[in-house]
């Protein structure tokens, strides 16, 4: 069984490893989030550089809430996934952090402000705790159960039917935000567009309609390790366990 808490991961420094040059410049470091570079002013063209680490050790070393546990196609499909619903481009590449190894990700969009937010937003979801945890059950469910169901819809389903997600905190804030009534690809595209032409628009109003999650993943009582250990999220049997409860909750969502 892996040594690498979950817990430790929760109490970890925010570290977005970011730089942006256009409208906007910030120079490559650890940032908190992307608020440098989206909240003064206003941008439309911007060149992003990130880093998204992969060595779990290092993260926690150096207290970076900046651990990707996606491989190099995963990755690349995360962000193609994104592209889907507006223009943008982007790579990714293997590369080092801190002489650790990392993935390098390039992104140029040319666009009004809520696209930055949401793209900057679904990006960082590929490495920041608990999202990076919640993307990776997102994925699977989409992979071996829902592939035609979007992951944004996969996302909601995914974090929705977690109780106390390690983190300790049922509230996660982003993209999708709480619950939300599932919307399909051309209407979450059309949402997005209808946002961005608003300079107030914010990422919790792209699903305004709630649900009621009926069941919920809880923390088993026996085992007192089940959670805190990230083997519990890469483990195959224990996903299966938690693919049950999405796949129940999926059922309730779509009737």
Request: aromatic fraction near 14%; charge should be positive; hydrophobic fraction near 35%.
């Amino acid at each position: 069984m892996s040594k690498i808490y979950v817990d430790k991961l929760s109490y970890l420094n925010y570290a977005t490893v970011y730089s942006a040059q256009g409208d906007r410049d910030v120079v490559m470091g650890k940032h908190a989030c992307f608020a440098e570079a989206i909240n003064r002013g206003t941008i439309q063209k911007e060149h992003y550089e990130m880093y998204l680490i992969r060595d779990k050790r290092f993260a926690i070393e150096k207290r970076f809430s900046n651990l990707c546990l996606m491989n190099e196609a995963q990755l690349r499909k995360h962000i193609w996934l994104a592209r889907r619903l507006f223009p943008f481009k982007y790579t990714v590449e293997n590369s080092e952090y801190d002489r650790h190894p990392a993935f390098k990700v390039t992104i140029d969009l040319d666009a009004p402000l809520f696209y930055h937010r949401y793209l900057l937003t679904w990006v960082r979801y590929a490495w920041e705790f608990p999202y990076n945890l919640i993307m990776e059950d997102a994925l699977r469910m989409k992979h071996q159960y829902l592939p035609k169901e979007n992951i944004p819809n996969l996302y909601v389903l995914c974090s929705d039917s977690i109780v106390s997600c390690p983190t300790g905190n049922d509230s996660l804030h982003g993209i999708p935000c709480g619950g939300a009534s599932f919307l399909r690809e051309c209407e979450l595209k059309a949402r997005i567009n209808e946002l961005s032409a608003s300079k107030y628009g914010r990422l919790n109003e792209l699903y305004p309609s709630k649900y009621e999650v009926h069941c919920k993943l809880e923390k088993t009582t026996d085992d007192a390790n089940k959670w805190p250990y990230l083997d519990y999220w890469n483990d195959p049997e224990e996903f299966q366990e938690r693919a049950k409860i999405y796949l129940r909750n999926y059922k309730i969502l779509k009737q």
